[in-house]
């Protein structure tokens, strides 16, 4: 690479100065022309053929001489305006090609103030920022997915071992069993959780949007967790506008609706309540879902909607840290907004605003 830059720096050396002895030898012979066309006629003076020969070679050799000092005028230049800089980017792209997102070049700012090079260097600045920041996602999200993979493949195959022992009770027999099936079904949802999270962050999936009752939807995925809140005791408290009607992708949004449930009435202790609201405001149709749980830090809070984040480690067997990602990347691609309010052993509640339809209606059957 080095050598074939050098041969290319040395032809365009040799070009510049073809260029430069063609355009001074153009110009000088034009104005030597005129200047003795002028003197003769003005002095008349009549020139030899020695005089002629005499005064051609000594502009030839003016020619030669001038096209050589502007070569390494323009060369010097060169090695500074444009060489160095050339040098210093692919040296920062090499070191990127490398593994080495740390790599960042220098701004040059030369005497006219802010050059071509230096909008190249400040972009290949933000890409490089950008690649180290998606470098130590992929890497965390790698540690990550790693941890819980191999978390719930542990207690399968402790309990497997254990159930091969002939000596087993029944009751010991069935009480293995259903811990292998609770953390298959975790592993199962972990797995569903990365693949939908996947196609969501690579555009995989597509909003198709209708219009529903948004009140409704709500409706359904909440009755969808019945058991669980009637096994843990939990009081369900709902306040619906009626008639509140979205344009917007149903599916998507259940993912939405079945995260925020799920979590509330996992983190919800027996005896405690969750609730449920839908109210207009403006445009935008405002669905919030409080419970009485543990509540979340003002820290935590902060990351709660990052990849695998788990702020409270002794909840961190109830699930995957996956949820929330998800629910805040469905929320911004149908063009929505989350937040979260909580207070540590109060409770939390999750705001989610989307556009309602222009008209306010449901599209009817024909």
Not at 17 to 43: D, G, H, K, P, W
Request: hydrophobic share 40%; with cysteine; proline share 2%.
């Amino acid at each position: 690479m080095k050598e074939r830059l050098k041969w290319r720096q040395l032809l365009s050396a040799l070009w510049n100065y073809v260029v430069f002895f063609l355009l001074n030898a153009f110009v000088i012979s034009c104005c030597m022309v005129l200047f003795l066309e002028t003197i003769q006629r003005t002095l008349n003076i009549t020139f030899t053929e020695t005089n002629i020969r005499q005064a051609a070679v000594v502009t030839f050799g003016n020619v030669l001489f001038i096209s050589l000092l502007y070569t390494v005028i323009d060369s010097v230049r060169r090695r500074f305006t444009v060489e160095r800089p050339v040098r210093q980017i692919i040296t920062g792209a090499e070191k990127l090609m490398r593994g080495d997102f740390s790599a960042r070049i220098e701004p040059l700012h030369g005497f006219a103030g802010e050059s071509g090079f230096d909008i190249i260097i400040d972009y290949f600045n933000r890409m490089a920022k950008e690649l180290s920041g998606v470098e130590t996602l992929r890497t965390d999200f790698i540690a990550n997915v790693s941890h819980e993979l191999k978390t719930p493949l542990a207690v399968l195959q402790n309990y497997g071992t254990m159930l091969q022992s002939p000596d087993l009770t029944d009751a010991q027999r069935m009480e293995y069993a259903r811990a292998i099936t609770e953390q298959s079904c975790r592993l199962a949802d972990l797995i569903t959780n990365i693949l939908k999270l996947n196609r969501l962050e690579n555009q995989q999936i597509y909003p198709e949007s209708k219009r529903y009752n948004l009140g409704e939807q709500l409706a359904e995925c909440l009755l969808n967790f019945e058991s669980t809140w009637e096994k843990k005791k939990i009081d369900i408290e709902t306040d619906m506008e009626e008639e509140v009607i979205v344009e917007s992708d149903d599916e998507l949004l259940s993912l939405v609706w079945n995260n925020l449930f799920s979590n509330a009435l996992k983190f919800t202790k027996p005896d405690g309540t969750v609730s449920v609201t839908l109210k207009t405001e403006g445009d935008y149709a405002a669905v919030r879902v409080t419970d009485t749980g543990c509540g979340i830090s003002p820290e935590t809070g902060k990351h709660i909607f990052e990849k695998f984040y788990q702020g409270d480690t002794s909840h961190a067997t109830q699930g995957n840290g996956l949820g929330l990602a998800l629910v805040k990347r469905v929320v911004d691609i149908v063009g929505g907004d989350i937040s979260v309010e909580s207070e540590v052993g109060k409770g939390s509640t999750f705001t989610v605003k989307i556009r309602r339809a222009a008209d306010g209606k449901t599209q009817k059957n024909p």
